[in-house]
């Protein structure tokens, strides 16, 4: 029995991993925001923590950094 590529591409894409989606959580109020960028910056610390050398993750809090656009802290 011969099997064709397209089959095992198929066989293959049918069997992947579906990783969960996040749910949306909407941020309602300040308090909320302040909670979540605190969570984020222990993450991030806590990470770097761990393992100084790792560029990837300066690279990923810098980036959060400003995408929270708190310039003045």
């Known amino acids: 029995m011969q099997i064709t ?7 293959a894409y049918e ?4 990783r969960p989606v996040r749910p ?5 109020d300040w308090e909320e925001l302040q909670e979540y960028q605190g ?3 222990k993450d991030f610390e ?3 923590r761990r393992n100084r050398l790792r560029m990837g993750e ?13 310039f003045g802290r």
């Open 58 to 70: 300066w690279l990923r809090y810098a980036t959060w950094e400003l995408e929270q656009k708190e």
């Open 39 to 41: 969570r984020q910056r």
């Open 24 to 28: 949306a959580h909407a941020i309602l």
């Open 15 to 18: 069997r992947q991993d579906v």
């Open 5 to 11: 590529a397209e089959q095992l591409l198929r066989e």
């Open 46 to 48: 806590n990470k770097l």
